[in-house]
Every structure is written in structure tokens, then in C-alpha cells.
């Protein structure tokens, strides 16, 4: 497990595909679990130690995830993820070219319990939720093409959903039309930056989750450290 900020109050972590943030039906270790036995470890803590999920991510998506190590921290930090207080920048690589280098997609999601996966309509449906998320274009390979995504809403599967209706589904996606998957059962979509101002000392929070060691991310990686910096959150709105 890499750390990629802790103090008194938060802990933001890099996870990996093959991780869970909290427990499920798999019965698999959660990441919240191993972060509770690392800062369990490290600080020789009897008992059990408080770990609180503040947001998740899809098991195949990599990239940062932030615990709260207080349950005055948890509780504020629930309170920004839910009213648009964090600035999530999300990376994702597709093979389809999308036709504009940037714009800002809207869809009705419907969400299919059974099947684990979301269905987007133009118009609102029966059932349905508003979903919004910018992107932009910036980089391409001979074979595919990198997006920066920022979402405006958070609802199930989004990215992966929204990408694929408007004809460029992520890479190793097989859910949602993805010609093959990726060979370490990861799709290519990573959670690279957030920024948000601290829960307890109202400090700007800046942190990135280093891209995947495959590759194809990394042929990317020095256009993303030129092109996501801090002063670029606020740039693009």
C-alpha cells in the first residue's frame, strides 16, 4: 500500500485494480482494512482503529482514495464529497477518438442492480438520474487516446457509462464495450488528483496518485505532469 498523505485527522492512499475500498459480498480484504492495520502497526495502537470511507472507487480503477482517521473528519469530509466540495480529476484512455477535443456530456442513468452496471439515455426515463462530467482530449498514441474527466455528479459507474455512450468506452472495459480486457483485469481509468480544503485546519489538501506501471500509462505520464497541475484545477472549471 502506497501513502500518498496522512496527518492526525486523514489518510489518502493509492489503490490498486485488484483492491476494494470497503467490504462486499466477495468476502475479499477491503482496503479500508488494510489501511487500519497499517496505521494499527505503525503507531502500536491497541484495540481497533478508526478508518472511515469517505468516497469509493470501482475495484478495476486505480488511483487515490481518501480515509478519515476521526469521526469529526469523516463527517465533514462526507459532507464535501456529497455537495461538490472535492475536485476530482480522473484519467482514462480510449481507443475511439472522441469527435470534439473537449465538451461536457449529459445523460439520465439508470442503474441495473442485477446486472451491476448503468444504462445512459438522452432524456430523462423512469428511474432514471441526471449525470454531467467534462472531459478533454489531452494526448494520443498511435493506438489510443488519454481524456481528463471531471465529474459534476457522482453516480454509478458514470465515467464508464457516459465514455461508452458517446462512442469511446474505456480501454479493458468489457462491461461497457471494450473490444478486450486489459491482461491484469484492471480497466484504464485511474483517479490521479484531488484537491479539497482540509476537514479540521482548512488547509488546501493537493495530492496526485502516480500513474500505473504498465506501458502504455506511462508513455503518457510526462504529458499529464505538464498538463494536471494544481493551477490547472482551477483553469479548467
Given at each position: 500500500?502506497k ?9 489518502i ?9 470497503q467490504?462486499d459480498k466477495t468476502?475479499?480484504?477491503?482496503l479500508?482494512e ?11 495502537k ?17 488511483g487515490?482514495?481518501?480515509f478519515a ?30 469527435s470534439?477535443?473537449?465538451g461536457?456530456?449529459?445523460n ?19 428511474g432514471?438520474?441526471r ?15 488519454l481524456?481528463?474527466i471531471k465529474?459534476?455528479t457522482?453516480?454509478?459507474?458514470q465515467?464508464?457509462c457516459?465514455?461508452a ?9 468489457l462491461k461497457?464495450g471494450a473490444?478486450?480486457s486489459n ?6 481509468l ?40 494544481q493551477?490547472?484545477?482551477?483553469m479548467?472549471?
Amino acid at each position: 500500500m502506497k501513502v500518498l498523505y496522512e496527518d492526525n485527522h486523514i489518510i489518502i492512499v493509492a489503490k490498486s485494480p485488484s483492491e476494494i475500498v470497503q467490504g462486499d459480498k466477495t468476502g475479499d480484504k477491503p482496503l479500508s482494512e488494510i489501511v487500519a492495520s497499517y496505521l494499527k502497526e505503525k503507531y502500536n495502537k491497541p484495540g481497533n482503529v478508526f478508518v472511515g470511507v469517505t468516497h469509493r472507487l470501482d475495484r478495476p480503477v486505480s488511483g487515490a482514495v481518501v480515509f478519515a482517521k476521526t469521526s469529526k473528519a469523516l463527517s465533514r469530509l462526507n459532507d464535501m464529497f456529497s455537495h461538490g466540495g472535492v475536485d476530482k480529476r480522473y484519467l482514462a484512455i480510449v481507443r475511439n477518438r472522441p469527435s470534439s477535443e473537449e465538451g461536457e456530456l449529459v445523460n439520465w442513468l439508470v442503474r441495473n442492480e442485477q446486472k451491476n452496471r448503468s444504462f445512459a439515455y438522452a432524456k430523462e426515463v423512469p428511474g432514471s438520474k441526471r449525470a454531467v462530467l467534462r472531459y478533454r482530449l489531452i494526448a494520443s498514441s498511435v493506438n489510443y487516446h488519454l481524456l481528463e474527466i471531471k465529474l459534476e455528479t457522482g453516480r454509478h459507474h458514470q465515467i464508464r457509462c457516459q465514455l461508452a455512450k458517446m462512442g469511446c468506452p474505456i480501454k479493458g472495459d468489457l462491461k461497457y464495450g471494450a473490444e478486450r480486457s486489459n491482461p491484469d483485469g484492471s480497466i484504464s481509468l485511474h483517479a490521479y488528483c484531488i484537491s479539497f480544503e482540509h476537514p479540521v485546519s482548512h488547509e488546501r489538501i493537493y495530492v496526485k496518485a502516480p500513474l500505473p506501471s504498465d506501458a502504455l500509462w506511462q508513455s503518457f505520464n510526462d504529458v499529464v505532469e505538464k498538463e494536471l497541475t494544481q493551477d490547472s484545477l482551477s483553469m479548467w472549471p
